[in-house]
């Protein structure tokens, strides 16, 4: 399985079919997380914890801030202390 980011989305594929993904929004200096989905048979295996730490790593990375306006997204953000420091204030 593999991780692709391209198009404002890094999606998690496996042979090449998305399975599961997290979008987002880039405005200036903060990235708007607008939808996470995970496909049914992927579900419960961790699979959007993955996405959001890669969200959260390429924020990281380009010097950004997240505005998780995503559900799944704020709540895995809020649970890990290690991903407070992205929040967008």
Do not use: W
């Amino acid at each position: 399985m593999d991780m692709k980011h391209e198009n404002n989305k890094i999606s998690f594929l496996d042979n090449s079919e998305e399975k599961a993904f997290i979008s987002y929004v880039p405005d200036g200096e903060v990235l708007t997380v607008d939808h996470t989905v995970v496909s049914p048979e992927l579900e419960g295996q961790g699979i959007g914890k993955k996405l959001v730490a890669e969200i959260v790593q390429y924020a990281r990375d380009e010097g950004k801030s997240i505005d998780a306006q995503c559900p799944f997204a704020n709540a895995i953000i809020e649970k890990t202390p290690e991903f407070q420091d992205i929040l967008a204030k």
